[in-house]
């Protein structure tokens, strides 16, 4: 098993910056991409950012992509999230993931273990 645990979401103005954080525990040697997905109530959970646990590459959704950056830090067993450039239309819930298998997954279904979430709102 696998747990994760968000931190660093927050109420921001647009325009502005926040950190997600994203703590692995457990069987973290047995993870190959970390990712990030969010959701607005009345929608489907979308993909937003994955990373190589081990080598990156790295993946971005085309709505983030110049504006969030993933990384990790394989020694804490944490991934991150910094996200610049806010708009209120990334106002969410985002949830941390992590996949077991190989390959990466731009989908919910190629995800085993997910995060509690951590609400992101940005005013306009």
């Known amino acids: 098993q696998v747990q994760l645990v968000e931190s660093g979401g927050g109420l921001v103005q647009a325009g502005g910056s926040l950190r997600l954080s994203c703590a692995a525990s457990g069987r973290t040697f047995s993870i190959a991409t970390m990712a990030w997905f969010r959701q607005v109530p009345g929608q489907e959970r979308e993909f937003v950012a994955a990373?190589?646990?081990?080598?990156?590459?790295?993946y971005y959704a085309d709505s983030v992509k110049g504006r969030f950056t993933i990384s990790r830090d394989k020694a804490k067993n944490t991934v991150y999230l910094q996200m610049n450039s806010l708009k209120p239309e990334d106002t969410a819930v985002y949830y941390c993931?992590?996949?077991?298998?190989?390959?990466?997954?731009?989908?919910?279904?190629?995800?085993?273990?997910w995060g509690q979430g951590t609400q992101v709102t940005v005013s306009s």
């Open positions: 993931t992590a996949r077991t298998g190989s390959g990466f997954s731009f989908s919910v279904v190629g995800y085993n273990y």
């Open positions: 990373s190589s646990w081990r080598y990156g590459p790295t």
